[in-house]
């Protein structure tokens, strides 16, 4: 068995992976640039834009793997920190609710100011900002015990713009950064999605957990082709062999197989035959040979119709890293 802590604080001190905690619809994003000043310990890292702490239990299960993420040669590579359900969940508040001072924030001069929870019922993730601005904190009371969405107080929450802090059963992720306004983009690097129509959502049917597991966490490691946002770079070669390891300790042996077995025959010059029509198995073979295509050349045309998904079997093209 993988130690998801060592695997945890080794992702932790690479600056080219990405996190993320929270479900579709209701998610904090962390992330930094390389020359980017950094506090913290293993467990921990802190910029001015954000931080994140990763504190997994010993039931915790890591589980890497990889999905087609949209058209042509694009991937997704993740580790998801995995938690039986009854594990996972939190509070699950339906309402606004106001928690007290944030005694654990990830800096010393936040501890004071107070978290309020904004009730949208995320069984895994407790969604909160974080302020000491009074004004605001009168809101809050004004509508405290109601359903955020039946409140006028989401609009000043952009405006004001207070810190979110999402916290888990494996940790917690605080953004610093301006929350952008109705038009605007979430900014590079820290930032959360709050996308109501999505919370509920589950997996997709290409990502390989557990019956009875939940995803509580994502680490995204170095991609061979993409940064941490996404932003195309020159294929890495090194980087593809680095995830193929993290695959070898904390992937699914089958699948892994399945990879090796298809990189051998294609490479053999041997058509497909008997390959898996399962989604997570049809997602394994669909990125072997576009990474494939990135290493050997043009996907063979007996094996094209594998590499080539339809679109319920993609991830969305913006997924963190799909390089």
């Given at each position: ?262 990189r051998d025959a294609v490479r053999a010059g041997r058509v497909p035959v008997d390959l898996p029509e399962d989604p997570v198995g049809r997602a394994v073979v669909a990125v072997?040979?576009r990474q494939l295509a990135r290493t050997d050349g043009p996907t063979p045309d007996a094996w094209r119709p594998h590499r080539d998904l339809p679109a319920e079997l993609l991830d969305p093209a913006g997924d963190p890293n799909a390089g």
């Amino acid at each position: 068995m993988v130690d998801a802590q060592e695997l945890g604080r080794e992702l932790l001190g690479d600056p080219a992976t990405g996190w993320s905690m929270g479900p579709p619809g209701a998610i904090a994003e962390f992330a930094r640039d390389p020359g980017e000043v950094v506090d913290g310990d293993g467990s921990t890292v802190v910029t001015a834009r954000g931080g994140i702490r990763l504190e997994p239990p010993p039931t915790v299960l890591p589980v890497a793997y990889e999905t087609p993420a949209g058209s042509g040669l694009h991937w997704t590579q993740a580790v998801a920190f995995c938690l039986p359900h009854a594990e996972a969940r939190r509070a699950g508040r339906t309402t606004v609710t106001q928690l007290g001072p944030d005694a654990d924030a990830l800096r010393a001069d936040d501890r004071g100011a107070v978290l309020v929870d904004l009730g949208l019922g995320t069984p895994t993730v407790d969604a909160c900002v974080r302020t000491d601005d009074a004004e605001l904190l009168a809101l809050v009371g004004a509508h405290a015990g109601q359903p955020l969405f039946a409140t006028s107080l989401g609009a000043e929450l952009v405006a004001r713009s207070p810190h979110r802090v999402f916290l888990t059963a494996v940790g917690r992720v605080e953004v610093y950064a301006p929350i952008p306004g109705p038009d605007g983009r979430s900014p590079l690097g820290p930032h959360t999605h709050l996308l109501p129509h999505l919370i509920g959502r589950g997996p997709a049917p290409t990502v390989p957990i557990r019956a009875g597991q939940v995803a509580v966490a994502h680490a995204y490691p170095a991609h061979p082709a993409a940064d941490h946002l996404g932003r195309p770079h020159p294929f890495d070669a090194d980087r593809l062999a680095e995830f193929d390891a993290v695959l070898d300790v904390a992937g699914d042996p089958l699948l892994r197989a399945l990879k090796e077995s298809v990189r051998d025959a294609v490479r053999a010059g041997r058509v497909p035959v008997d390959l898996p029509e399962d989604p997570v198995g049809r997602a394994v073979v669909a990125v072997t040979l576009r990474q494939l295509a990135r290493t050997d050349g043009p996907t063979p045309d007996a094996w094209r119709p594998h590499r080539d998904l339809p679109a319920e079997l993609l991830d969305p093209a913006g997924d963190p890293n799909a390089g």
